[in-house]
Each structure stands twice: as C-alpha cells, then as structure tokens.
C-alpha cells in the first residue's frame, strides 16, 4: 500500500512525521525546564529533590525523542543531517554537550565518591535547560531566517561564516525562538511539578512560576509571531525548483493552510488555558493542554517550515542551495521502508504512555524519597 | 589545500575513535548486565527469597551507574555523523540513516520507558511487571545494538545499493539485504556475545573481590554462580561466532585479514601468527622481512579464510599491487579505473549543467562501466589501500589470547562453586577480578581490528574516510575533539569513583 504512494506524497508524510517527533520533543522539554527551576523554585534541599526526582523519571524519554528525532532527519532528509550538521557546527556541538552533562547529572548527583559534587551536576542540568534549549531553538529559527552556505554539485556544503552556526544565535529573530523556548519549557515544568508532586508549599510556588513564566515567554512569542507574518520567507518554484523570495511568505502559508492556522491558534489558546487552568484555577490538568497545545504548536511551525512550496532550510547566500522537503529526502524506496517501520510508531506511544500512567498514578512525596528505595532516587 | 583536509579528517578520526571507545566502555557492560539483572530478578520472583532480590537492586544500582554515562557518551555518535562526517552523511545516509532511526524506534524508547520502572518502580507496579520491565530493559538494549551493528556491518560489506549520479549518492536497492546482511548478522552475533562474556567478568570478578575480603559471601557465591554459567556460554558463542567473523572478513574484507596477520605475500598453507614481533620499517612492496621474530602454526589461517588448510590467502602485497597468476586486481589497477569513474562523473554533472544530452549520455555509460572501483579513484597510492598493519595485528592477537583465556576462568569457578571451595581459591579469586580489566582491553581491541583494519575506507571499497568528512578547518575539530577529552575523561573519573564506593558499600547497605 505504502509503496504505490506517490513520492511527493512520501516526502510530504516524512516532514510531517519528523514534525511529530520534534514537536513531541517540545513537549518532553518540560523536563529541561524543570531543571532550571531548581535553582529558583526550590527553597530548601527537599524541594530541590522532589524537582529533580520528578524530572528524572522522564529524562530519559526526553533525551530519546531527541535522539530519534536526529534519527529521522537522517533517515528521512540526509542532506538536511549533512549540511545542518556539518555547516551549524558548533551550534550543535554545543547542544550536545549540554545533552552529555545532562544524561550523566542524575544519576549522579546523590551518589557519595561523585567527584564534582552534588551542585555541578545541578549546574549541568541547569545548563542544558536554558543554554541547551536557546541554541535548539536558535537552530530551528533558521528555518525562517537562513543559514549562510552553499552547496556544491556534489552536494557538499560549504559554510560561509568561521562562526560555524554560532551566528544564528546573534539573530533576534532566532534568540527570540531560542528564549521563548526555554521559558515555555519552564511553564511546562512548573505545571508537571503541580500535576506530578504532593507537597503543597513546593506546588504553590510551582503555580505561581507557571504565569510568571508564560509572562517572560511572552514577549518573545510576540516577536515571533509578528515577525513571521510580516518577514518574507524562501519560496520554491514548484515546477522549476527556483528559490526565491516571496513577500510576506508566511502569512501567505498560514492563509493558504488553514490547517496549520488553527493549529497554531488552537495550540497557544491550549498553553494559555494550560497556564490558566494551572496557575489561577487550581487544576493539575494543566500540563496536558500545556503539552497537547506545544505539540500542535510545533506541527505549525514545522509546517510553515517546510509545507505550501517553501525552503525549510534556506541559505541567505546562496539560495539556490537551500534545501526543500522534496530535493533533500531521501529516494522514494528508503521513504518507503522508513514509512512501513513508522507504523510501529504508534505501539511505541501506546507502551510510553501506559508506563507513564502506571508510574504517575501515585505523585510523588517525601516520603518516597527518604523510604525503602532511598538509594536508587536522584 | 590537501594537507589541510588531511588534517582535519584526522582530528575528525581522533575524535571518532575518542568517542566510540569511551562509549564502548560502558555499553558492552550494559548489554549483559542487564541480562545478568534479569536473570537474578527472575530467581527472586520465583523463590520469593528476599536475598536474591538486596542481590538484584545490588547490581542493578552498577547497572544504572554504567547506563547512565553510556547514554551520555552515545549521542554524539549518532550526531557525530552529521557534524564530522557531512559528506559520508549525504553520499550514504539513504541507506546508512535508516538503521538508526530504527534503533531509536525499536530500541531506545524500550530502553527509555522501561528503566523508569526497573528503578523507581519497585512500589508503583506489581512484582511481576516489574520483572518484566527489567527485561525489556535487557532486550531494549540488545535491540539497540542490532541496528547500530546493521549499520557497522554495511560499512564493512556495503549491500543492496546503487550509486545515484543525479544525486552523487549511493542509495538503497533492498533493505532486507542491509538488514540481514551476513557481516551484519556476525557483527551482532559476536559484538553481544563479547558483551555478555564481559559482563559475567565483572560480575564474577566484583564477587571474587567480595570473596577476598570476606565480605557479602553468599550473595557473591550465587551472583558468581550464575555469571560464570552465563560467561562460559558466551565465551563459546564468541569463540565460534568470532571464527565466522573471521570467514566473513576473509571474503569480504581480504585487505583487512592480511593486515590482521601482517601477511605480506599471499600463500598457500598460510599460517596464523601465534606469536609475533612485527617488523615496524616493513613496507608493502619491499623486501624486507615482516616480522622481527615469529612462531607461526602452518595452514591455520588458510584454513580459517577458506576453510580449507591448503588453499591460497592473499596478501597485503597482492591486494595492493595485484596477482595476475593468482587473478587477483590490485589496487593499483583498481585506481586506475575508479579515476576514469570518477572523471565520467565530473563530465556527466558538468555536460548536464550545460544541457548537452549527448554528452551526458556517453559520459554516464564510461561511468556505468567503470563505477564499480568508484572509491579507488581517490586513493593516490596503493599503499593507501593497506591499513595500519602493527596496530591491526596487535590487537587482533591481544584479542583471541584473552578470548580464550576467559572460559578456562569461568570453568575454573564453576568447578570451585560446586566443590564448595570457592571461597578458599585465593589465586583464582585475583585472577577474577583482574579478568575485568582484560575483559575491557580484549573488547577495546575487537573494535580496534573492525575499524583500524577496515581504514583508508569509511564505506569498504566505495568511499576513503578522507573524502567523507566535513569541509571544516582542522582548529574546530580540535577543540571539539580536546573538550571531549576532558569532559569524558572527567566523566569517566567520576563514574569509577561511584562504582568504586558502591561496591564498598555492598549490598546490605
């Protein structure tokens, strides 16, 4: 069945199956932000604890999105794997090492003998919360506002700044996706700590970081939003594959898919009563609006991204290198294969999320962390 | 111009290997521990006996500590592709990305999910889903290693592809035969058998220590007894598994066998080198002899390429420089024709660029003709097709000798454990625990002869690693490079002194 797809179609179904997993990404970020609310939530060693242990039962799952995430541009767009990550060099250099201090910081932290001792390891979390998630999400900006390379007939990239990526970060375009990021991470973190911990004077402090913190995100979504739908974006010649710029190019996407419009709308309105719902009406409900409306979120953004004849990762220097969904996938035969093995996707889903609802369906209190099962908790 | 791109593919192998062998420290202990973490739990459940399960959280508490930093030092592997290797990326992520979007599919999300559970789910879900999340942890981490092996095994023996010209890529023709690829099949096969053999070493050799100073006896007595059964059975499979691998390289890889056994000159009756001192001023084509000393065992090697004592093994020299007698293309030769594949390509993309059709067409058909030594173009020496010969020999040596040193340990403890003595065995009981340490060395050295053995060539035969890395200058590379080295070395620091404590601490605590 799959394989009588035709391959646009093929192409089309990837970007929006990477789109899933990225955007479920979003969601798991709540984790990174949790970690950088330890040092401002938690007042006493208790608090910092309960944060981290509620954290640590979902780390891994965080990390694994990401990594499957990489997973299926490889598979799915290898020339975007290819020029992204050799050319972006060090900006996701820098991204994975603040993965690497991460994925260690857990399991460590508490043990005696652990060389660094208890508060570089929270630093590290600390880290990949905030400087992890700015330069993820100055890196997605680069969608919108291109990258400074060229690609040879070979398809070789040459990058054409020394900063190797590091310059994404200096667009105020980019470093407002990059700080929305990790203030809607801490929003979302705040609201799994209300949803996920027993322990009333923490929770409180969490519903209050959750407003405050959709406060910060702000404006920062504001220029995002009025930028894109005022910026021209990188268009694609359906029949030729020119590149070219078209005025106003994604408001032009969000009126030409309507869609992906109110995925967007429906998605912020979802965080916001999230945030609501949390911080004001004294629900615990409110991380799963706030989840299921960053995922919708990020399938609009992904979608304006690469949908509707538009270059996903434009080159400002050389426009005609920029790659689309359909010049940078992989053949229609790899596609095809990828797409039989997606088909388990949704069994994955189906076990996380029956674990997380066993492991969930008790919060999580003091007593936990100092009983029986003392040595095994962060 | 190329010595810059020399230098910045080396740094970019520096980095590799940095990494990949930090990252082998950790995963071999992983995949078997969690198999050995199964086993106890299983016994627990069935007995109900308390003892068994202070023994499992025990080695699970190792367990955890290892998987952590083995999870931290394998993301860059995957990204590393990308950042280091761009244009091995592009011309083979259509058939190499896939394997590793499987991984994470199939794999980590097991992994991931069910860890949670096997550590914090002790109170939270029933004695039995526990168990089993503690072996879907096992079989998670298993399945992680079958992709990623797929995917080492196609660089080894590149299958079921063709070279796209429009695209200047290789892509996939079948999956099945990436997949189930036979190299793939004996790279898993012999890579988790090793893991298992590993994990039983440490398993034994922790309880042989505990046994030394007296300490948590029963509980190192049953632990030991269970790894040494699980260690001897995988020290066999390696054995017989590490042969068929070496069968395999033969046919595959016959530049990377001569090399294994600094086998200059190809021979019939070739024998295996039981002991040898490599000669270091020997190089290919010269006269001089291989080896400063050797003890060698006649027509094992023929034996082992060919299963067949008398038949003829080519060496390095052959494979380098050719063997009309013998049928053999060198690759002296085969440059000759990867160069002409590779100039019809150039003519192709350029007579398309300007819309000549007449001349794109004869050009692709001399491609056509010539593409299949397509990587050889590249290479401008022959000597360039030989890989590392002291290193490869080394550690394909150091290798077997502890291989098969380790099962006469495990049957030794299995004699003692039912003797009831085991506790007395002082001499055997030191042997344990610096078997640990011979474990990871023999496992660091397999990995040497797979990828040391298998250079100048990222992808066998089809691309050198010089043309598949990233255009970047050298300087990034470097500090990417030395900040690993700190960091996972700091890391690593970190990781022995918690197990360190641990293990003091026991199982009681």
Redesign the interface.
Known sequence: MIGNLDYAILQQLWWLIASVVGSLFLFLTFVQGGQTLIFTLANTEEEKSLIINTMGRKWELTFTTLVLFGGALFAAFPLFYATSFGGAYWVWMLILFTFIIQAVSYEYRKKPDNVLGARTYEIFMSINGSIGLLLIGAAVGTFFTGSRFSLNLYNSVTWQTPYHGLEAALNPFNLAFGLFLVFLARTLGAMYIVNHVDHEPLVKKARKATWINMLWALPFLLTILISLVTMDGFAVNPTTGEIFMEKGKYLNNLLGMPVVLSLLLGGLGSVIYGVAATGFLGKNSGIWFGGIGTVLVGLAIFSLAGYHNTAFYPSVSDPQSSLTIYNASSSKYTLTVMSYVALAVPVVLAYVAYVWKLLDAKKLTLAELTGEDVKEMY | MGEHILTTVDWARAQFALTAMYHWIFVPLTLGLSFLVAFFESIYVKTGNEEWKKLT?FWM?LF??N???G???G??L??Q???????Y??MV??????P???????A??L???????M???????SKG?HLF?TWMVAVGSNLSAVWILVANGWMQFPTGMAF?PD???F???N?WEVALSPVAVHKFTHATSSAFLLASLFVVGISALFLLQERHQKMAKRSMVVAAVFGFIASVFVGFTGDEAAFSVAQRQPMKLAAMEGLYVGQEKAPIVAMGIINSSKKPGDDLPAFYAEKKIPGLLSLLANRDPNSFVPGINDLAFGNAERNIIGAEQRMVTGKIALAELAHY?YAK?TGDAAQAAAALALFEQHKGDLGYGYLNNPTEAVPPVPTTFYSFHIMVVLGTLFPLIFLLVLYFAFKGTLEYQRWLNLACFFSIFLGYVAQQAGWVVAEVGRQPWAIQGLLPVGVAS????AS?VQT?FC?FLA?FT??L???I??M???IK?GPE?
């Open positions: 959280r508490t955890g500590i998987f952590a930093i999870v931290a030092t993301i860059i995957e990204f592709f990308g950042t280091n290797w761009s244009n990326s592009w992520g259509d058939i190499f990305g896939a590793l979007a499987i991984e994470g599919i199939f980590f999300f992994e991931a999910t069910f860890f949670a559970v550590f914090f789910g002790w109170h939270r879900v889903f999340s796209n695209k200047a890529r892509e996939m023709q999956f993309k660029e990233t255009n970047i200058a990034n990417t900040m960091l700091a890391l620091l970190a990781e002194r918690i360190i404590k641990q601490i605590a």
